[in-house]
Every structure is written in C-alpha cells, then in structure tokens.
C-alpha cells in the first residue's frame, strides 16, 4: 500500500514511532488502516519519509482529497468515492468540491488513447453526481435564461465540465436548458420560449455550421441573444464576437453574470425617455 519493504517500515517505527503497529498473538504487526492512509496520501503529497510522517501524525485521518477520489475511481470503490465527496461537502462549497476534486479526479484516470475501464467508472460516477445535485438545487430565483450548447459526447472531460457548468449556474438562480447542436431547430420555438434565454453558451467541441444555424433559429424567436464560450469550444481567431468565459465554472459563472448585468442596465439606460428642461 506504501510502495515501501517491511524492513523500511519497520526502520520508520524504530526512528519515528510511526506508523506504531498493534502486535498479534503471534507477535506480528497488524497497522491502522486509519494511520496507513493518513501516510500514504501524506507521502503523494511531500515524497518525503520525514516530512509525511510528521505529516500523518498531526493529521490523523488523510481528509478528502482528490487524490484520494482518484484512488477510489482506481479500485472501482463506489462506496468509497461517495464518502470522499461527501466529506468535501463538509469542508467545502459544492462548486469547490467540483472544481478541486471531482473533475480533476477523473482527468486523473483519462486515458491518452482508448478509453479504460477506470475512466468509465470515473466519468459515469461524476455525471451521476453532478446530475444529482442539479435537481436538488433551488428554483431559480433570476429571470435570465441560459442555453448551453454542448454537443454531448460521452466519456470527453468537456461533456463533463458543461455539465459543471450548469450546475454552478443554476446555483447562482439561473435558469438553464442543455441541448445539443444538431437538435431539430423546427421544433425548437416552444422550449426558447419557455426558457427565454438571454445567453447561449457554447461548450465542447461542436461542428461550427450546426452552432450558427442553431444560434439564428434561437435568435429568430427570442430576439437578441449574447454568445459565450466556455473551454474554447469556438477557435479564437481574433475577429469572433463571442465572449470567451474561460476555463473554470466559477469564474465562466462570475463572467456571465457581469455581462449579463451590464447588458441589462445598458438596455435599462436606453430605454429612459428623453426629457429637456425648460
């Protein structure tokens, strides 16, 4: 479990006191599983002998963390992923908890070429998750719609940061809807209209023609619209008018509402009659 031999181990309880074993009847050590795990993820972090143990021993229990997440998604641990993200929660926001452990947990196990088994746990865990706390989250309390675009592609880590994305804005009292590009823009007006978006979001990596037809059919029954990008999913060629939201779900949530803001006092400001004194 350490990637270290018994007489390395044995040499850290004769100079450290730890990890200090129980004795059986037949005078073997039997360690805390507690104290193994707090030195472990304790020596992920340090790749120091000395510095992990002092480490493990002040920490006690290895908190939640991604690596250990990771570890879970390895072992096919659904138990266990779950527990780590439910300690996160105690000590973090939900949008941190995505940001700091979940996603970077699955990249961990993306593969370079085909996909593996550990990634597919990994990537359906997470997608269960996120949709979870998607429907607990509150009624949206803005009257601002949001429509992301996001192609879909199952097992790619932009499917799963629009995913968090969506999340993180309707926490913020946004209301949101999620299609994809090539959905069928002649049956498109009843969902516009209930949404009645003013941004559309643009996520993964869709063709292009299928985004600007989409965009023109949503624009056709809502009126003007502002589009963002979110991860680069349009090529940044220096002459789009796209408003890129960056990498991050928080800081795209924190952006998007500015713009937002901005665009519905500027239309505020316009709209106030002209008056002259006297």
């Known amino acids: 479990?350490?990637?270290?031999?018994?007489?390395?181990?044995?040499?850290?309880?004769?100079?450290?006191?730890?990890?200090?074993?129980?004795?059986?009847?037949?005078?073997?050590?039997?360690?805390?599983?507690?104290?193994?795990?707090?030195?472990?993820?304790?020596?992920?972090?340090?790749?120091?002998?000395?510095?992990?143990?002092?480490?493990?021993?002040?920490?006690?229990?290895?908190?939640?963390?991604?690596?250990?997440?990771?570890?879970?998604?390895?072992?096919?641990?659904?138990?266990?992923?779950?527990?780590?993200?439910?300690?996160?929660?105690?000590?973090?926001?939900?949008?941190?908890?995505?940001?700091?452990?979940?996603?970077?947990?699955?990249?961990?196990?993306?593969?370079?070429?085909?996909?593996?088994?550990?990634?597919?746990?990994?990537?359906?865990?997470?997608t269960g998750w996120l949709s979870a706390h998607k429907r607990l989250t509150s009624p949206a309390t803005r009257a601002v719609g949001v429509l992301i675009l996001d192609p879909w592609t199952p097992f790619t880590l932009e499917t799963l940061n629009a995913q968090a994305l969506e999340l993180v804005l309707r926490r913020a009292g946004l209301r949101t809807l999620s299609l994809t590009p090539a959905t069928d823009r002649g049956r498109l007006g009843r969902a516009i209209r209930a949404l009645e978006p003013r941004a559309v979001v643009l996520c993964g990596r869709a063709p292009l023609d299928d985004v600007a037809r989409l965009i023109y059919a949503v624009r056709s029954i809502s009126g003007r619209v502002t589009v963002f990008d979110f991860r680069g999913a349009v090529p940044d060629t220096g002459a789009s008018t796209v408003v890129r939201l960056g990498d991050s779900a928080t800081a795209a949530r924190e952006r998007l509402l500015e713009a937002l803001d901005a665009t519905r006092a500027s239309a505020a400001g316009s709209a106030r009659p002209f008056r002259t004194s006297a």
């Open 1 to 126: 479990m350490l990637g270290v031999s018994a007489s390395t181990l044995r040499s850290w309880e004769r100079r450290y006191s730890f990890p200090m074993p129980q004795r059986s009847e037949g005078g073997h050590r039997q360690y805390e599983l507690e104290q193994i795990e707090a030195l472990r993820q304790a020596l992920e972090e340090t790749h120091n002998a000395s510095s992990a143990i002092s480490l493990a021993r002040n920490r006690g229990s290895a908190p939640p963390s991604c690596a250990r997440l990771a570890e879970a998604f390895a072992a096919f641990d659904e138990q266990l992923a779950d527990r780590q993200l439910e300690e996160s929660l105690a000590l973090r926001s939900v949008e941190r908890t995505v940001e700091e452990m979940l996603l970077p947990a699955v990249a961990d196990q993306a593969p370079a070429q085909r996909l593996t088994p550990a990634f597919e746990f990994a990537w359906r865990h997470a």
